[in-house]
């Protein structure tokens, strides 16, 4: 007797927590309900992505993301263009700075080729290599 009325007990209990469950939700339901009356019923919207926003090109990227380097060792070195002893100019630089490059290259180049050749240059020609030198340094444009 006394173990049946535990059982029923139990189940009394048992039916209890399952009531109070239900009334829980009913009562979540009741109030969701609500609030959807209030505010509105708005379902999230898929925001679409505006034609500018599509095409937009990211600018910024780390090094790591870079896939121009070549593998290559041929092509890994990047050179610069030789410029012929001062006659062209790169577009986007000191005018002033690259004439003052182009004159101390043409410079080293010829004394290479004069040792190479084995001739001494005469006072009047290191005298006017050095006029050409201070003409780079101080020309404006």
Do not use: C
Not at 15 to 29: G, I, K, P, Y
Not at 86 to 93: D, P, T, V, Y
């Amino acid at each position: 007797n006394a173990s049946a009325n535990l059982r029923r007990e139990e189940q009394l209990r048992q039916q209890e927590e399952r009531l109070r469950a239900v009334r829980d939700r009913e009562q979540q339901a009741t109030l969701r309900h609500i609030k959807e009356q209030y505010m509105g019923n708005r379902a999230p919207t898929k925001r679409s992505a505006k034609p500018s926003e599509r095409f937009k090109f990211k600018f910024d990227w780390d090094s790591t993301e870079d896939t121009s380097r070549d593998f290559n060792v041929l092509y890994q070195d990047t050179r610069e263009a030789a410029l012929l002893f001062g006659r062209g100019l790169r577009a986007g630089l000191d005018r002033r700075e690259q004439r003052k490059q182009a004159v101390e290259h043409e410079a080293v180049y010829r004394h290479q080729l004069e040792k190479f050749a084995g001739i001494e240059k005469p006072a009047a020609a290191r005298r006017e290599a050095l006029e050409r030198r201070l003409r780079a340094e101080t020309q404006r444009e």
